[in-house]
């Protein structure tokens, strides 16, 4: 939303509450959900101040989502799938992952509980296990075709 100055700012916004205190509501990046800072803020700045290090945290992936530890990773897995309007071919060949490699180990868990650790040793397991590199390297986050890829 535009202030008086036309000046849009790039992520969440921030109004006034009627006791005076500010609060800083967002727009979750990876599930897209309308969110609110932990707390509200005496001062429009000190609550700019908080999205500017919300922003931050998502961009290093270090933001935890409150609700993450009540979501079943299998729905959120099948829901995401549904919601990005992926290409029929693209669709199947995810749903064969997820189904195959992915759903076993990691479906009946939180997201919350899915830990970088945890994958790694996923991914190991699945080499190991002699299954293909290149399909493993389809199912393993941080490769070709996932915007994490190369940030390691």
Known sequence: MANTKGNRRRFGSVRRLPSGRWQAPYRHLVTGQLRSAEQ????????????????ADMARCQLKDPDAG??????????????????????ERYEGVLRL????????????????????SWRSAM??????????????????????????
């Not at 959120?76 to 990005?84: G, N, Q, S």
């Not at 992915?102 to 790694?120: Q, S």
């Not at 080499?127 to 390691?152: C, F, I, N, Q, W």
């Open 127 to 152: 080499l190991e296990a002699e299954v293909g590199a290149a399909t493993v390297a389809k199912s393993y986050p941080g490769t070709a075709g996932d915007p994490e890829h190369g940030r390691r």
């Open 40 to 55: 509200t803020y005496p001062t429009k700045t000190d609550a700019e101040l908080a999205l500017t290090l919300i922003e």
């Open 101 to 120: 490699y992915i759903k076993p180990t990691f479906g009946a868990g939180t997201v919350a509980a899915i830990t970088t650790a945890g994958v790694r």
């Open 70 to 91: 009540q979501v079943n990773f299998g729905d959120y897995a099948d829901t995401w799938l549904r919601e990005r309007g992926l290409a029929d071919r693209t669709l």
